[in-house]
């Protein structure tokens, strides 16, 4: 009796181990994917298809600078399989919220931590005591995005082989894809008059951007830590302004408009449009992939400046 006792309990706890490892299999069928952000997020769903499960953790619309993680963040961090993030000190700088909450989740960079950005030459910051922090801003250049793309691609096969073609294929028809939305806007940007290239914005986020499009970039502030120019910012680019014959101003869907209202009184010149910067537009309006975030912002910017 004892004998058959035990071979029932043993019995027993195989089914249990059996029953857990196929529900675990099961739960990993798909690559657990967090993105810091929806730009990147973004990304991942274009090469991964619905081969992953991603959490994005920065909502649309807020601010990847600074940031405080939400409960489901931290629960999918610490499940994650792979965290992807821009790197450049956008979100290990400052509070570095990233940082803190991926080494509390027990992740090490360069094994599930990966910054998109790796290999991207950095541009830095032109404040005064602020010439070594890097700018983070590199996918406003659709170059450095097809980079951001292949990072991803890549980590993606080395994590979930067995998905490798659909990953290539996917990669290469939207790395084709963005080439020729690059190409065609470094044609348009050729035709604007020398003196009317002049990119006024908010925060100082479009270096990469301005040098990919042969375009200066004038701002008020350099980062998005405040909310409205100082006395100086505010001489400083409406100087800029004045020494060329620039049409129009543009103000970021992140930041509040009040500082840039204040620039157009000035100079009598209007606000031409939004353009984005750290976020993807609410989905269902324009700008809310990747793409179509750099196809609004290149097809403004040339018709505002052409003007």
Do not use: C
Request: aromatic share 8%; glycine share 8%; proline share 4%.
């Amino acid at each position: 009796m004892i004998g058959l006792a035990a071979l029932a309990l043993l019995a027993g706890v195989f089914y249990f181990v059996n029953e857990s490892q196929a529900g675990k299999t099961s739960r990993s069928d798909k690559l657990q994917v967090v993105a810091t952000n929806s730009i990147i997020g973004n990304m991942v769903e274009e090469v991964a298809g619905n081969k992953v499960k991603l959490h994005t953790i920065v909502p649309r619309g807020t601010d990847p600078h600074e940031y405080e993680p939400r409960p489901q963040d931290v629960k999918a961090t610490q499940e994650a399989d792979v965290l992807f993030h821009n790197g450049l000190n956008l979100e290990t700088g400052g509070s570095g919220w990233f940082k803190k909450m991926y080494q509390n989740a027990g992740k090490k960079a360069n094994k599930q931590v990966f910054a998109v950005s790796d290999g991207v030459a950095a541009k830095h910051l032109t404040d005064a005591g602020k010439e070594n922090e890097m700018d983070p801003h590199a996918w406003l250049d659709i170059q450095n995005g097809i980079k951001y793309v292949q990072n991803i691609e890549k980590v993606l096969i080395e994590k979930n082989p067995k998905n490798k073609n659909t990953y290539e294929k996917n990669a290469a028809a939207y790395i084709e894809k963005l080439t020729k939305l690059d190409e065609n806007a470094k044609t348009k940007f050729n035709n604007i008059p020398a003196d009317k290239k002049l990119l006024v914005t908010s925060e100082g986020a479009f270096k990469y951007f301005s040098a990919a499009y042969g375009i200066t970039p004038a701002f008020i502030w350099e980062i998005n830590t405040e909310s409205q120019g100082t006395p100086e910012q505010m001489k400083t680019v409406l100087e800029k302004i004045r020494a060329t014959k620039v049409p129009v101003l543009f103000v970021e869907s992140s930041v509040s408009p009040k500082s840039m209202d204040k620039v157009s009184k000035e100079t009598g010149l209007p606000i031409y449009a939004k353009i984005y910067t750290d976020s993807l537009a609410k989905e269902g309006k324009p700008g809310d992939t990747y793409y179509g975030m750099m196809k609004w912002n290149l097809d403004k910017i040339s018709e505002g400046l052409s003007k």
